[in-house]
């Protein structure tokens, strides 16, 4: 069984950063897709960024280029996002997922039903 916990959410002023964690535990993530995925009040659950823990190519949505760097550590299964520039449409709870049907990022990493195992959230709220 797979376990993913998200930590690093909190409240934050616009332009501000946040860093949030996904440890993951249980199996060998060696050839896995991690994702990160957020969903507003209201909103549909959306894809943000994703890395492979194979080769650490990584694939973002256009709504954070630039803006969001998402890496890992595969020696302590964490997965970071590293947020900057924050806005006030960035307040979601956001979600860290692990895909093991695939070991390259691409058009299937934002999709979120190829993600077999999600953590619980992390709430980011950004204020104006």
């Known amino acids: 069984q797979v376990q993913l916990v998200e930590s690093g959410g909190g409240l934050v002023q616009a332009g501000g950063s946040l860093r949030l964690s996904c440890a993951a535990s249980?199996?060998?993530?060696?050839?896995?897709?991690m994702g990160w995925f957020r969903q507003a009040p209201g909103k549909e659950r959306e894809f943000v960024a994703a890395?492979?823990?194979?080769?650490?190519?990584?694939y973002y949505a256009d709504s954070v280029k630039g803006r969001f760097t998402i890496s890992s550590d595969n020696a302590k299964n964490t997965v970071f996002l590293q947020m900057n520039s924050l806005a006030p449409e960035d307040t979601a709870l956001y979600y860290c997922?692990?895909?093991?049907?695939?070991?390259?990022?691409?058009?299937?990493?934002?999709?979120?039903?190829?993600?077999?195992?999600w953590g619980q959230g992390t709430q980011v709220t950004v204020s104006s």
């Open positions: 997922a692990a895909d093991r049907g695939s070991s390259r990022v691409g058009i299937r990493s934002t999709k979120r039903e190829n993600y077999d195992y």
């Open positions: 249980g199996r060998t993530f060696r050839y896995y897709v």
């Open positions: 890395i492979s823990l194979s080769d650490y190519s990584t």
